[in-house]
């Protein structure tokens, strides 16, 4: 039995009174990135992790979340919030309270979920481009690992993706068409270094995120 049905909601995920957001720092490198899954059955017909997992849609890609191993474990990724009218899943800043869910009424242990990984150091140093034949414009891009708390969980991570000058897809001023397109290149990226199998990881030091 998993034990997450014997316990309450793990305090090791909530935010804590002397935490603080984490900076970028080097230490993330040798880090994983865990994203859950609906199902397990994670591979397509040619072995590869199914597109649909890496996000739905190509506009998902503006901020994709992901979980810090480490504090984070892999079985916390069963845990599935169910009270979404709750600030669950809003920002949490410094300073501010914790939210709790408590276990069937805001949040259950969903057996099906599956998962896979990123290694961070490996995400950050990928570099890939796109030409825009019809603006003759060449596009180069790269992934950024950013903390992104909410009060249900410390340890939420995004990826996005930014273009050579430092500024999100999301907010280039070009046409809607040619940011799908530099969106779907990112998520040819993604899935193309996702690891299935676990790794073995360890856990980013505290001084990175206590005051």
């Known amino acids: 039995m998993n034990l997450l049905r014997k316990m309450n909601y793990p305090a090791r995920l ?9 900076e970028w720092s080097n230490d993330l490198c040798p880090l994983f990135l865990l994203r859950y899954t609906p199902s397990q059955d994670l591979l397509d017909d040619v072995n590869k992790l199914k597109e649909e997992y890496i996000a739905k849609q190509t506009d998902h890609l503006r901020d994709l979340s992901t979980n810090l191993l480490g504090e984070f474990l892999i079985e916390d990724n069963k845990i599935e919030i169910i009270e ?23 949040f259950v242990i969903n057996e099906n979920r ?33 903390h992104t708390p909410v009060k249900c969980n410390f ?21 809607a068409g040619l940011k799908k ?14 690891i299935i199998e676990t790794p073995e990881f360890g856990s980013l030091n505290s001084k990175h995120y206590k005051r």
């Not at 909530?14 to 984490?22: E, G």
């Not at 669950?88 to 276990?103: K, L, R, T």
């Open 14 to 22: 909530l935010p804590q009174s002397d935490y603080k957001k984490i």
């Open 114 to 146: 599956g998962c896979f990984y990123w290694n961070i150091g490996e995400i950050i140093s990928l570099k890939f481009s796109h030409t825009d034949h019809i603006g003759n414009n060449d596009y180069h891009l790269n992934f950024m690992v950013l």
């Open 155 to 175: 340890w939420h991570f995004s990826i996005r993706v930014f273009s050579e000058n430092q500024k999100e897809i999301s907010t280039l001023t070009v046409r």
């Open 84 to 106: 979404k009218e709750k600030d669950f899943f809003c920002e949490w800043n410094e300073g501010d309270e914790a939210s709790e869910p408590v276990y069937n009424i805001d």
């Open 181 to 194: 397109t530099l969106w779907r290149k990112a998520k040819e990226q993604l899935r193309e270094y996702a």
